[in-house]
């Protein structure tokens, strides 16, 4: 069983909060809980950042195999505690699903080691084309044709501050005539990190079979099943070992 | 089910084949076959070299998930038939697994697109050491500690001709105090490719328990569940779609 | 001084081949040499596939540090020893611009080691919009903005089966609302190849500012100015160092 | 010009400040001075820790295109103000080249986003010896052979937990037997980031001519002549511009 943990900031600022109550009643956390509750390989658990502990304690977080991270506006609120134990777990295997305007977030950045909150952005109840560009990849599973389509969904544009991916897997036309680097692998110490740009609070962007397929297959994807095993401590001093056996 | 085809050259060199024989009765895709028939996830077959159509005619190649690959001193006598019907096939996502000698085959130089061949080499019974760069990664499942040894096998020594491994999963130190880059990843089309250094044809190196892990996780990762469906024909003429909607 | 070879197939389809002699009355081979002759760090030569021994005799790329490659409908009719000799010389270090329809050309599938003839395309006089993806790469010197513009130019559209680009310099969005990777780096021994979408025969393309300045980057990228010495042999027997000292 | 400044921690433990000033009676800073002096493209800058605003000012930074960074034990020392100035810097464009234990450096970690500081380590008088595998990279550039030995130096050991490299230019095999990813180049933003393993502070690798080639070599290869111009603010909103057009 992968458990995953869904984590959204569920902050909507002031002229939204009424729409996306609307649309997501029981949060984003919920509506993705929703669907990823039907796999029967995964076990969910769901937190918002006003919980205890913000909804990322130490304890949770050892439990936690693929976490799962909406955030917005709100993303310099998150305690560095947190952000640390977070960054410590992925570097120790826990896969990482980093949903849209978490590309600002604090855990985003510090894994990438740029300024990831760089990217340009406008609401303009815009068509996104999600181009495939690793047909064999196992987050692909299940698409059909060259692309996909979110009907709506706020625009993002290049030039977006990350390494290379590793992998890339999306690439997005906007309906302006721009692109973007939409569904992106890295491997950080053993953990696997995907970024993944839809969803934004005010459409029903998780509702869509395309959408969820891709989280749901990237659940799987990030999974660590078991780690290299009785690795050692780090940073201490080496004893040589016999070089001619 | 993950259907695995094990294809070995089976042309041992005149002063090799007894020992050869008396390691590995059943050939190494015997021995392979052994313990990978044990997976409650695949179904095996086997073919060598002197087998109608070289044991690797388009029908067997349609109905394989995941071709493992080991060859020697006769890779230039497979027909250039099999060698691109093989190609074809990983293009659209079967996956392969190139073991050992077969750094010189036809298939993975054409895959490569260098001289993969161009490598050092020497038979002198020695240590070879690999070390676990990736190890969160699939392939590395199971193994313990920062390393593992294979006490006698060919010695492989850089430059190793090959384009940079997309993911980088073991580099070996040998006994000679050199390294070589022994377990690599590539994609290429919808396929997966691993290459694997283990297991020259005099030495009992497939019934080692990390090798056998090793090929193992390779078969579940190079595997490709399902690739994107209703992909287009190549090369043919697009037709403008429309940017704004 | 680089030593710069240009070289395209001049056989324009009938249909194709007023329009392209009045845009480029002395061929693409020759308005490139116009713009690359001011650099005073290149010399340059050109050759068509109708010269003597299709204008890449041995001879000629021994002498070539930077090779650019223009072709089109008849890339099936460079000879197989021609494809040989560029392909040795590309591992030894010699440098490779693959320009625009090159993509389907025997050299350039050969190195990727993938069906690189498979993307999509029309001729609609549509613009193409290039994205700086590498703001700080040598070969975006000199570039201002996010992207560039060309006017118009044959459009070009994924899926294009190449291997993950090591280096991502452009990508395109077309004015049909799609996209492709424009602008790509890959290693290959110890050559640098650059694939870049830009110059259908019949429209200026080769003209623009900005094209003759990436074509211009990319050749000082590519060049080699001294590789590894004293390489040795390859696929010799290794003798054993001492591990220990 | 490539305006170039050479940083050192320059705080030797007491055991071993004697020797070190023995060996490097102008600091490691200086004698990397030295040999860069000679080197008509480039102008050259030192400073140490102790020096005001710990020699990492922003209007020095502001001045640098190149900065090779070397620390040790003090590296917690260093302020995050400054670590913060040369972060931004290096995604600016600014080009870094971090020298052996300066792999536990904040800045180092920063940029690539894991514990940095991870990897096993002895004192013991060993040969390190550093394998080419980049036989075409501008860091290569004059070295002879396959690979060159630094006859004593600190042993570093894997599992370095570092991103995969873009480049993967030298792996160290040790004495003991072991191996060190060594040579290693990552893009961040537009700079250019080169890890080179060679330099404890107690033996006299600096006046090496292959490390004072590497580093030579490095300079010119981080030095980013002009990135892209008029590039727009980050993170701001961003207008639709016509996609059909």
Same mark, same amino acid.
């Given at each position: 069983m992968i458990r995953v943990h869904i984590w959204a900031?569920? =902050? /909507?600022?002031p002229f939204a909060k009424e729409q996306m109550r609307k649309i997501y009643p029981t949060g984003i956390e919920g509506a993705i809980a929703d669907f990823l509750n039907? =796999? /029967?390989?995964m076990m969910i658990t769901t937190a918002v950042m006003s919980d205890a502990k913000q909804g990322l304690s130490k304890r949770t977080l050892k439990q936690t195999d693929v976490l799962i991270f909406w955030s917005h506006k709100h993303w310099r609120e998150l305690s560095d505690e947190a952000v640390d134990c977070v960054w410590q777990r992925v570097l120790e295997g826990m896969g990482l699903i980093v949903l849209h305007s978490?590309?600002?977030s604090k855990i985003f950045a510090r894994l990438m080691g740029t300024r990831t909150q760089s990217l340009r952005w406008r609401e303009a109840d815009e068509r996104q084309r999600y181009w495939i560009?690793?047909?064999?990849?196992p987050i692909t599973y299940g698409l059909t044709g060259e692309y996909f389509e979110v009907p709506m969904d706020e625009t993002y544009v290049e030039y977006f501050e990350i390494p290379q991916p590793q992998e890339q897997i999306f690439i997005t036309s906007t309906q302006g005539g721009e692109i973007f680097r939409s569904g992106n692998c890295w491997t950080r110490g053993a953990g696997r990190i995907f970024y993944f740009q839809a969803g934004h609070e005010?459409?029903?962007?998780?509702?869509?079979r395309e959408v969820q397929l891709v989280i749901t297959n990237a659940v799987r994807w990030a999974f660590i099943e078991k780690k290299v095993a009785e690795w050692p401590d780090w940073a201490r001093e080496a004893e040589p070992i016999d070089a001619t056996k």
């Open positions: 900031e569920d =902050q /909507p600022l039907k =796999q /029967p390989d978490a590309h600002a560009l690793a047909p064999g990849h005010t459409y029903p962007v998780y509702y869509q």
